[in-house]
């Protein structure tokens, strides 16, 4: 963790393949709560870098399919909750 805001949120760094920064936001207006995530990263490994153009329609597939996963278990957990009365 790079820096902190409680309640509003925090930067971390990435490290490995993909170096650089994340910067979650978090706001909220009433019963709606905004969540943010701005991923800036680059390629640390030549190789990777060298092959980067012909792989990003792979990082693009790979990108959307993880975040409809993510999509499908925070609705579940959000039923799941409604059900539960929590």
Do not use: C, S
Not at 17 to 26: A, E, I, K, S, T
């Amino acid at each position: 963790m790079l820096e902190a805001d409680p309640p509003h949120g925090w930067t971390i760094a990435a490290a490995g393949d993909l170096v650089g920064r994340g910067v979650w936001r978090l706001t909220q207006e009433g019963e709606i709560a905004d969540i943010r995530y701005d991923w800036r990263v680059e390629v640390d490994k030549p190789v990777l870098r060298q092959l980067a153009p012909l792989l990003w329609p792979f990082y693009g597939a790979n990108h959307r399919w993880a975040m409809a996963r993510g999509r499908e278990g925070l609705e579940g957990e959000i039923r799941r909750r409604r059900a539960a009365g929590v």
